[in-house]
């Protein structure tokens, strides 16, 4: 039976990724137009391989770069970027196909709903409000609620206090099978991967289900909890 559902929303929830290169393109040309030399390319390639190396939700990515090409902040260029990118980024975050029919299911088959994410708390709020999506949760967990990250055990049994939920009886979404997948079995949920979030290449998630379209959560639950029904 399964009484409790938990998403990650990075690459889960919303098409993250997208919505970062579309960001950091944007910013890119914000700074070349606002003085920063260089070829786009080289530039976008550089902020993501400090991205990969200090976190994807770095706040002070753009001042990293212009200290390692400049040797000092330009705050005429760092405006320009962060003007660029915050513009971007509201244009281009964007949900997964049927997001929200499958939230609104769970809520009418009376299935709780939390989030778990590393990115930072106010960030996962304004992500999820602008989205729309606030009318589905009343409580998230973040890596800043614990000083630690996926796939940590904190963040999930804190998750299960917050859903009333044993860890049997919870399931965990998310797209990254090294924390959301290995982090949810390490305490005993059932898992299911968004596979159509993938950006690794993964070839084996560890996890109990695998997820074309979000959709099939709902398909999953209503099927565990059939069977669950009828052998009782």
């Known amino acids: ?63 990293k770069i212009l200290k390692a090409k400049l040797g000092r902040i330009d705050y005429k260029i760092l405006a320009g970027g962060i003007l660029a990118y915050r513009r971007a980024k509201n244009g281009s975050m964007t949900l997964y196909p049927r997001v929200n029919q499958t939230l609104m299911e769970l809520m009418k088959l009376g299935i709780k709903r939390t989030v778990i994410s590393d990115a930072p708390k106010m960030e996962v709020w304004l992500r999820i409000v602008s989205l729309g999506l606030h009318h589905y ?22 998750a299960l206090e917050v859903l009333g939920t044993k860890p049997e009886e919870t399931l965990m979404v998310g797209d990254w099978p090294d924390r959301d997948i290995k982090g949810a079995k390490g305490v005993g949920m059932r898992t299911a991967w968004a596979k159509y979030g993938d950006t690794f290449g993964t070839q084996e998630s560890g996890a109990e289900f695998e997820l074309d379209d979000i959709s099939q959560v709902v398909d999953i639950v209503r099927h565990e909890n059939g069977a669950a029904v009828a052998a009782g």
């Open 137 to 158: 949760f009343d409580d998230i967990i973040t890596s800043e609620d614990f000083g630690v990250k996926k796939p940590d055990p904190k963040p999930y049994r804190r």
């Open 1 to 63: 039976m399964i009484k409790g559902v938990i998403f990650d929303i990075d690459n889960t929830l919303t098409d993250f990724m997208k919505m970062k290169r579309a960001a950091v393109d944007a910013a890119v040309e914000g700074m070349m137009d606002a003085g920063l030399p260089g070829a786009k390319d080289d530039l976008v390639k550089e902020v993501f391989e400090v991205y990969w190396k200090e976190g994807i939700e770095d706040q002070k990515i753009f001042d």
